[in-house]
Nanobody
């Protein structure tokens, strides 16, 4: 089983930036497509971004398109989420996830492994 550990969350002012990292261990990382999801209190977990196994294709939720960038470094078993122009509505617990199949990468049910999450809080 692949283990995923997120880091890089914290408190930032609106308009600021954060970079989240997700470290993978236990399996060959490059066989997994990867995604980022977020969940605010009382809300459902929602899709943020996804990236293909090779890193050649990326998908984004409309709410973050143009502000967030997902990337991966397979040699380091790492996935990143660069978040710019942050808004208070971006406040949530952020999770990285890995998928063995690549058909449902924009929905949580398409993923097989999940990290513990990291908190992102954006103040106004």
């Amino acid at each position: 089983q692949v283990q995923l550990v997120e880091s890089g969350g914290g408190l930032v002012q609106a308009g600021g930036s954060l970079r989240l990292s997700c470290a993978a261990s236990g399996r060959t990382f490059s066989i997994y497509a990867m995604g980022w999801f977020r969940q605010a209190p009382g809300k459902e977990r929602e899709f943020v971004a996804a990236i293909s196994r090779s890193g050649s294709s990326m998908w984004y939720a409309d709410s973050v398109k143009g502000r967030f960038t997902i990337s991966r470094d397979n040699a380091k078993n790492m996935v990143y989420l660069q978040m710019n122009s942050l808004k208070p509505e971006d406040t949530a617990f952020y999770y990285c996830a890995g998928a063995l199949t690549s058909r449902l990468l924009t929905t949580a049910r398409g993923y097989d492994y999940w990290g513990q999450g990291t908190q992102v809080t954006v103040s106004s």
